[in-house]
């Protein structure tokens, strides 16, 4: 069975300052991909970047980087100089082929970034 | 915009009752996927869609169906409703069977059942 285990489950920092959310994985299959999903106050969950198994090259776009490693099994996301439309919850999600094709996703319980002005 | 539109967005209902949730994909993606969100249970995985035919089921309670129609949109049935099936639903759309097709979600349907 996949899991995804977010351990911070609530995050307050100042805006500028820099954060990490937490991600560590479970899986036995060998290719899969790791996700990382944002869910402002509005209620909608926006796609930020997929991770494949094969490939731990970290990857910056803008203020935010991810950092995949295999060896410990995480996916760490980066908020540079983080801003108040950062406050989010944000999911890591993990899939792989159940069978039959499907990917569904399996989803972390989220961390709550609050960004205080 | 991800493309994929829900309704309604909200929906009040009475214990007992039953409802439809409707979800129209992105265009030109052939899989559906359907997931609840709940304060407790988190985002769970419900049930997969592709080009009209089931490919998984996950934590979906005998209660619930769904099918995708030939136009591609999808409907997700919840009868005999209870207190505890109040959650978010969630319909996201990829394009094809394959892990690294990331999946679009919709806005999402609030339900609530008094």
């Known amino acids: 069975a996949q899991k995804v285990t977010q351990a911070q489950t609530e995050i307050s920092v100042v805006e500028k300052e820099d954060v990490t959310l937490d991600c560590v994985y479970e899986t036995r299959d060998t290719t899969y991909y790791l996700f990382w999903y944002k869910q402002p106050p509005s209620g909608e969950l926006v796609f930020l970047i997929r991770?494949?198994?094969?490939?731990?090259q970290n990857e910056i776009s803008g203020r935010y980087s991810w950092n995949f490693q295999k060896s410990t099994s995480s996916f760490n996301f980066t908020i540079t100089a983080s801003q108040v439309v950062d406050s989010a919850v944000y999911f890591c999600a993990l899939s792989g082929d159940s069978g039959a094709g499907s990917y569904q996703l399996t989803f972390g319980k989220g961390t709550k970034l609050s960004v205080i002005p | 915009d991800s493309g994929v539109t829900q309704t309604p967005k909200h929906l009040i209902t009475a214990t007992g009752q039953r409802v439809t949730l409707r979800c129209s994909p992105r265009s030109g993606d052939l899989s559906v996927y359907w997931y609840q969100q709940s304060l407790d249970q988190g985002l769970q995985f419900l049930i997969q869609y592709y080009n009209g035919e089931e490919r998984a089921k996950g934590n979906i309670l005998e209660r619930f169906s769904a099918q995708q129609f030939p136009d591609l949109h999808s409907e997700l049935n919840l009868s005999s409703l209870e207190l505890g099936d109040s959650a978010l639903y969630f319909c996201?759309?990829?394009?094809?069977?394959?892990?690294?097709?990331?999946?679009?979600f919709g806005p999402g349907t609030r339900l609530t059942v008094l």
């Open positions: 991770r494949n198994s094969f490939d731990e």
């Open positions: 996201a759309s990829s394009a094809r069977l394959a892990g690294y097709n990331e999946q679009f």
